[in-house]
């Protein structure tokens, strides 16, 4: 049960909505006419308002600014062909916020402030949500330390907000992925399981020499041997090989524990696929593309929902694939969209109604 929160609503008074293409909707461009604010301060959240979408004045000096304090998480919702919004399970990101709070050495949010908080920016904003296949409104929270010092510590305050974008798919097209050797994501004891910002930060260089070779993004791997495959770019990661799905575990703490990742391990597991959450190395991917044994390998994320990958490159050994023939990633990806889309029985209540 969520209680009742004391929430001043300010809104706007001239909607920015037909301004917006609708038939284009590139990922994150765009934001609606309201956002959401709290604030932290002497140990409490308080002072929780919903306003229109606008520019923020900080100082220069704020501790996420120069220690990488900031967190966020990624969230999808959608409307059924009745016009009713649905949030995709939204309590899962709670968690993981929470838990990527902690890390970070943040104060928790409330469930009143992230979800109730949440329901009633989206409730506001609802003709915002994209009713084209492969568009939704995407949900952005995201804490940031906000302590005027730079002296380093922990921040005494901070500042809870939740931004609404409506946008079109994260990859238009198959990717080709380069698996990293040279740089590392995330080490056991570090931040890797946690969605905080510096995370993104660090991978954009070696994303942008990927780039340069004609790569979409990065597979890492371990800091260590530089061979256990941890995710890519923005996403966890599934091959398919034989009636086998495997994704690498989540015990090193090392990557996301993933939404999608944790919809898809149910849903492969529903197709009757022998599921695998465990340490895979390259050269067992190798060795099974060798053996024609390679079916598909795909990324999953909120973003990016189910991403096949048409290449893989490894050192000087490349695997392609044709996406064009695969049976499995598409037919999760149509299953997925059908329980968003309210078409499918949501079995496992993965929809929150708005
Ligand atoms: C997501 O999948 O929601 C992400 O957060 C990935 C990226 C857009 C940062």
Request: a negative charge.
């Amino acid at each position: 049960m969520i209680d009742t929160m004391d929430i001043q609503i300010t809104k706007i008074k001239h909607s920015k909505i037909h301004e917006t293409d609708f038939d284009n909707l590139p990922f994150g461009k765009y934001f609606s006419d309201h956002m959401l604010e709290a604030n932290y301060v002497d140990g409490d959240w308080g002072s929780v308002t919903i306003k229109p979408y606008q520019p923020m004045i900080v100082e220069p000096s704020m501790v996420a600014f120069h220690y990488g304090q900031a967190i966020f998480e990624g969230i999808k919702a959608y409307k059924d062909k009745n016009g009713h919004a649905f949030i995709f399970r939204p309590y899962d990101n709670f968690k993981r916020f929470n838990l990527s709070a902690e890390r970070m050495q943040m104060p928790v949010i409330t469930e009143e402030i992230f979800i109730e908080g949440m329901r009633m920016l989206i409730e506001i904003d609802k003709d915002w949500i994209p009713a084209k296949e492969d568009y939704s409104l995407y949900i952005r929270p995201l804490m940031i330390a906000t302590d005027t010092s730079i002296g380093v510590h922990a921040s005494d305050s901070y500042k809870f907000l939740i931004l609404l974008s409506p946008t079109g798919p994260y990859y238009a097209n198959p990717m080709k992925i380069y698996v990293e050797e040279k740089y590392s994501r995330a080490a056991p004891g570090g931040v890797g399981f946690a969605k905080n910002a510096g995370n993104y930060g660090g991978s954009m260089y070696p994303t942008a020499i990927a780039k340069q070779q004609g790569y979409d993004q990065v597979l890492w791997t371990d800091c260590v041997e530089h061979k256990w495959l941890q995710e890519v770019g923005t996403m966890n990661v599934f091959f398919i090989i034989g009636n086998k799905a495997i994704t690498p575990s989540l015990e090193e703490g090392t990557i996301l524990d993933g939404v999608t990742r944790n919809t898809v391990i149910v849903l492969l597991t529903e197709l009757g696929f022998a599921v695998e959450e465990r340490k895979i190395n390259i050269d067992e991917v190798i060795a099974a593309y060798s053996q024609k044994q390679l079916a598909e390998v795909f990324g999953t994320g909120t973003a990016a929902t189910i991403s096949p990958i048409r290449e893989l490159k490894y050192r000087d050994f490349v695997m392609h694939f044709d996406t064009s023939t695969w049976k499995t990633a598409p037919r999760v990806k149509k299953t997925l969209a059908e329980i968003r889309e309210r078409k499918k029985e949501d079995k496992h209540n993965w929809l929150f109604k708005v």
